[in-house]
């Protein structure tokens, strides 16, 4: 009888051993989850570390270090964002002061000209500036317009082929002036798109521009039900530096010296506009042979 009191007190002890044991460890880890939230902002991809086997408490530590790979992946996500826009940022900077410097030369050498007809080559070349600090700020201001979510565009049956036709003829100049010839196929059976009639001209017309500006050779341009397509040849070595991924992201150019003229704008606009009004733009850069695409998608008009 005594044997087996004694034997049952020191199983009673061993017991109450484990459990201050087992509340140690789970007071340590406790501590340990709470100081890792502490320092959640100073080591933000720190990992739980526990010693106790407390099933709630593991569980805890789970919760924890999914909350913590959260933050980490919304703060580096964060970086990145205020990296890109402080990119952005630099690259308007450049693109605001290079006209605004080119008119105020041109306004000085007018200035100095000592004959009426160079003083007036430099006030055009001054216009010529100006115009462009206007294109800028003209493409900022309907990027702006469009990107807003309270926008709401006047959506109306519009003739996809006759607004690429019209886009077409406005730069019959620009293209003869480089001896491009443009095909076109125009589907005369396709469906009135939805869209509104500014910004469908606007988006047609942003991707001829851009096949003018960036283009090596004469654009193929084809609608195909509610579809448009741009494509033109490019440069080799420029197709093979483009990333796909940021061409319709606002200022991104392809030349990194970012001299081959343009805001970094029109795809952007382009998009924004389409998606604005239901639709989408999807682009792409083939490399054999070197070839720049942009297919814009509309909904399609419901019946009268």
């Known amino acids: 009888m005594v044997a087996a009191l004694a034997v049952a007190l020191a199983a009673a002890l061993v017991?109450?051993?484990?459990?201050?044991?087992?509340?140690?460890?789970?007071?340590?880890?406790?501590?340990?989850?709470?100081?890792?939230?502490?320092?959640?902002?100073?080591?933000?991809?720190?990992?739980a570390r526990l010693t106790s086997a407390d099933p709630d408490t593991r569980e805890l530590a789970r919760a924890v270090d999914r909350h913590l790979e959260a933050d980490a992946t919304a703060a580096s996500a964060r970086r990145s964002a205020d990296e890109r826009l402080r990119e952005q940022l630099s690259a308007l900077s450049h693109d605001l002061r290079t006209p605004l410097a080119g008119a105020l030369g041109y306004l000085q050498?007018?200035?100095?000209?000592?004959?009426?007809?160079?003083?007036?080559?430099?006030?055009?070349?001054?216009?010529?500036?100006?115009?462009?600090?206007?294109?800028l700020t003209d493409d900022l201001f309907v990027y702006a317009r469009a990107s807003d979510p309270s926008f709401s565009p006047e959506l109306v049956p519009c003739d996809l082929g006759a607004a690429a036709g019209e886009a077409l003829a406005a730069r019959y100049g620009a293209l003869s002036a480089r001896g491009w010839e443009p095909e076109v196929e125009l589907d005369e059976s396709a469906p009135?798109?939805?869209?509104?009639?500014?910004?469908?001209?606007?988006?047609?017309?942003?991707?001829?521009?851009?096949?003018l500006a960036h283009g090596f050779g004469?654009?193929?341009?084809?609608?195909?039900?509610?579809?448009?397509?741009?494509?033109?040849?490019?440069?080799?070595?420029?197709?093979?530096?483009?990333?796909?991924?940021?061409?319709?992201?606002r200022f991104y150019q392809g030349d990194p010296s970012r001299a081959g003229g343009g805001t970094g704008l029109g795809l952007a606009v382009a998009r924004?506009?389409?998606?604005?009004?239901?639709?989408?733009?999807?682009?792409?850069?083939?490399?054999?042979p070197p070839t720049f695409?942009?297919?814009?998608?509309?909904?399609?008009?419901?019946?009268?």
């Open 15 to 47: 017991a109450l051993v484990g459990l201050v044991v087992r509340d140690r460890a789970r007071r340590r880890d406790l501590r340990v989850l709470a100081e890792l939230l502490d320092r959640a902002g100073e080591v933000p991809a720190a990992r």
């Open 293 to 304: 695409s942009a297919r814009v998608v509309f909904p399609t008009a419901p019946h009268s």
């Open 109 to 135: 050498l007018a200035d100095r000209a000592e004959d009426r007809s160079a003083a007036a080559r430099y006030l055009d070349g001054a216009r010529g500036r100006l115009g462009d600090l206007r294109a």
């Open 192 to 211: 009135p798109v939805l869209a509104d009639p500014d910004a469908l001209a606007r988006v047609v017309a942003n991707l001829l521009d851009n096949a």
């Open 272 to 288: 924004a506009l389409a998606e604005s009004m239901g639709g989408s733009l999807e682009v792409a850069v083939l490399l054999d």
């Open 218 to 249: 004469a654009p193929r341009v084809r609608v195909a039900g509610t579809e448009l397509v741009v494509e033109n040849p490019v440069d080799a070595a420029v197709a093979a530096r483009l990333d796909v991924a940021r061409l319709t992201e």
